[in-house]
């Protein structure tokens, strides 16, 4: 009797296809960048074929190997110190994805850093470490002020103080080398040296809070100095 009723139930059964619950691939990646579209460059991948992998085995694999230009660079931002940068040059055939990165010479390890995303035909800057063979000094005079020069409230009076500044720069490389300053001044700048890039903070606009930068790429021989000067004027509490 079971055996029956089993029977009779599989006999009732009505196969009905059901309709898809997901959606086509398509609608789901909308406008995506598909990797032959105009978005395709923006997703690198390395691939390398030919190679097989038994269960529990591991492998180091080289994707590729490629000879690079690259030259010395140093930035310093006062009041931190001066650092030592490689600037790499990405000539080769695809870019380079971020990842970590180790540097070496003759003698052993340079740095080891992480390498940021370098786009074909660009270029990279790699920190190494701080510049001990290249000296740098700043400093800072007042040589006007203003006394009660603004009343923002009725409460309390500013000054407005001018200054003036002074970097030193000197080489105790073998080689010239290349300095990128960015000197960021709690002010607003008037003047620059060596003609040195002036620029304004302008989300900070108020008297009290306003800022700027000046920025010089200098060339600085063995054994050489460099003085890079500025002025700048700034508004503080009148005491």
Same mark, same amino acid.
């Given at each position: 009797?079971?055996?029956?009723?089993?029977?009779?139930?599989?006999?009732?059964?009505?196969?009905?296809?059901?309709?898809?619950?997901?959606?086509?691939?398509?609608?789901?990646?909308?406008?995506?960048?598909?990797?032959?579209?105009?978005?395709?460059?923006?997703?690198?991948?390395?691939?390398?074929?030919?190679?097989?992998?038994?269960?529990?085995?591991?492998?180091?694999?080289?994707?590729?190997?490629?000879?690079?230009?690259?030259?010395?660079?140093?930035?310093?931002?006062?009041?931190?110190?001066?650092?030592?940068?490689?600037?790499?040059?990405?000539?080769?055939?695809?870019?380079?994805?971020?990842?970590?990165?180790?540097?070496?010479?003759?003698?052993?390890?340079?740095?080891?850093?992480?390498?940021?995303?370098?786009?074909?035909?660009?270029?990279?800057?790699?920190?190494?470490?701080?510049?001990?063979?290249?000296?740098?000094?700043?400093?800072?005079?007042?040589?006007?002020?203003?006394?009660?020069?603004?009343?923002?409230?009725?409460?309390?009076?500013?000054?407005?103080? =001018?200054?003036?500044?002074?970097?030193?720069?000197?080489?105790?490389?073998?080689?010239?080398? =290349?300095?990128?300053?960015?000197?960021?001044?709690?002010?607003?700048?008037?003047?620059?040296?060596?003609?040195?890039?002036?620029?304004?903070?302008?989300?900070?606009?108020?008297?009290?809070?306003?800022?700027?930068?000046?920025?010089?790429?200098?060339?600085?021989?063995?054994?050489?100095?460099?003085?890079?000067?500025?002025?700048?004027?700034?508004?503080?509490?009148?005491?």
């Amino acid at each position: 009797i079971a055996n029956d009723l089993r029977a009779n139930q599989l006999d009732a059964v009505v196969e009905q296809p059901v309709a898809p619950a997901g959606r086509d691939v398509k609608d789901v990646l909308g406008n995506l960048p598909q990797m032959e579209g105009s978005g395709g460059s923006d997703f690198t991948v390395y691939a390398r074929k030919d190679l097989t992998l038994r269960r529990g085995e591991k492998a180091v694999v080289t994707l590729f190997t490629r000879k690079i230009k690259y030259s010395h660079l140093y930035r310093w931002s006062p009041p931190e110190a001066l650092q030592h940068y490689l600037l790499l040059q990405n000539q080769t055939d695809t870019p380079w994805t971020t990842g970590p990165c180790l540097a070496l010479n003759s003698s052993g390890p340079l740095s080891e850093d992480l390498l940021k995303y370098v786009p074909r035909n660009g270029h990279g800057e790699f920190p190494v470490t701080t510049a001990i063979n290249v000296a740098q000094e700043q400093t800072e005079t007042e040589t006007d002020r203003k006394l009660r020069a603004h009343e923002p409230s009725h409460q309390f009076w500013v000054d407005l103080v =001018t200054l003036e500044g002074e970097l030193k720069i000197r080489n105790f490389e073998k080689t010239p080398i =290349t300095v990128i300053v960015s000197a960021r001044l709690p002010g607003k700048p008037l003047s620059a040296s060596d003609d040195g890039a002036i620029s304004i903070n302008t989300s900070k606009l108020q008297l009290l809070e306003r800022e700027g930068s000046i920025r010089w790429k200098v060339t600085i021989d063995p054994g050489a100095s460099k003085s890079l000067t500025y002025k700048y004027e700034r508004y503080v509490p009148s005491k």
